[in-house]
Structure formats: C-alpha cells, structure tokens
C-alpha cells in the first residue's frame, strides 16, 4: 500500500506532496512540467480530493487557513 492509501485508510485529512523537483509525469504537472504543490483533502466519502498549485499559484489548505504562500514563494532559495 502506498503512502497515500494508508493516509486516506487512518483518515488523515490533509496530505501535501511537493514535487520541487518536477519529477512526477506529465499527467500530473501538464505540460511543461513545473515544481508543484498538491494538498490532498480527505472529502466526506473518505476520498482524497487532490488539488494542484503552481508557479503563482496561492496555496489553499482547509487545515491551515491562515498560511499564504505561492507555490514559487515556498520553493525559494
């Protein structure tokens, strides 16, 4: 079982993945790939609704409604 399984299984909210390296396939960055943020939100059905932030990009996370960065802003040297 992957990481993300067993988070959504134990019921963990929220799950965030950063790829700063752009490493992920296409299918998930697009096309070019691009450093990325996905918040992971557990929704009502005990399903990871997986949302994607890049470049300027505000991050949004229900869990922590109060931070304000862009995705560029987090991933700064």
Known sequence: MDKLEEYQRLGISEYWMVDYLAVASRSYLGNPKLPT???????ENKTYQ???????????????PEFSLTVEELLKN
Request: aromatic share 14%.
């Open 37 to 43: 943020v996905f918040v992971c939100v557990l929704d």
């Open 50 to 64: 997986m949302n994607r932030y890049q470049g300027n990009d505000r991050i949004i996370s229900p869990t922590f």
